[in-house]
């Protein structure tokens, strides 16, 4: 079973925009982590935020985490043509290594 | 530093025959993970080796196993397969505790 649900399925923005997608998860976690997919490929990893952690940034990510409201949010900002690609959450609960994923959300960048 | 890598890149079997997927970590990762991707579905958790144990399993049928050997290289087996078997199957690699993961490419199988 999906720990993690994405919101929304799908996004669609223009060169230079910002994305924003969310992540809501069910039970107590470690850490949460986000993912990218390039057309059915393997999996690269963007970013992980512990549970003590509030907000964290790499490059042009920004990840905040409320554990209160489980969820968190993924934002991408000056987007660009090579950030298309299926964006997912995952979650490490804790006293668990594996991670439980998320359906994804499907960014595509305009040019 | 060579990533997950993972083969073969694509298998197509027929019904009923076994399928044999294997993955090599990266250098000094003990934790091997597999997971399942079916085509609109997000990934379902397979199986997690560690030090050559199965550590945890998914809830998938018993015909889906696999093992880890000494240089933590892994294999997944899929015995008696049915069409909706096919899918890409992803496997990453970590290192034990709070890291992130290292994803092949994955192998898709296609279940004729």
């Known amino acids: ?111 | 530093e060579a990533g997950v890598t993972q083969s073969p890149t694509h298998l197509i079997k027929t019904r009923g025959q076994q399928a044999t997927l294997r993955c090599s970590p990266i250098s000094g990762h003990t934790s091997v993970y597999w997971y399942q991707q079916a085509l609109g579905l997000g990934l379902q958790f397979l199986l997690w080796y560690d030090e050559g144990e199965e550590r945890n399993r998914g809830n998938f049928p018993p015909r889906f196993s696999g093992r880890q050997f000494p240089n933590y290289s892994s294999e997944l087996n899929v015995n008696a397969l049915e069409l909706e078997d096919s899918a890409l199957y992803l496997c990453a690699s970590s290192w034990t505790g709070e890291y992130g993961y290292t994803f092949g490419s994955g192998t898709r199988l296609t279940v004729v």
């Not at chain 1, 850490?31 to 964290?56: D, F, P, T």
């Not at chain 1, 490490?92 to 994923?101: P, V």
């Open chain 1, 1 to 111: 079973s999906q720990q993690g649900e994405e919101d929304p399925q799908a996004l669609s923005i223009q060169e230079g925009e910002n994305a924003t997608m969310n992540c809501s998860y069910k039970t107590s976690i470690n850490n949460l982590q986000w993912y990218r997919q390039n057309s059915g490929r393997g999996l690269v990893h963007l970013i992980l935020i512990r549970s003590n952690e509030r907000e964290k940034h790499s490059g042009r990510l920004r990840v905040t985490l409320d554990t209160s409201k489980k969820s968190s949010s993924l934002l991408i900002t000056a987007s660009r043509a090579a950030d298309t690609a299926s964006y997912f959450c995952a979650t490490r609960g804790a006293g668990d290594y594996k991670l439980s994923f998320g359906a994804g959300t499907t960014v595509t960048v305009r040019a």
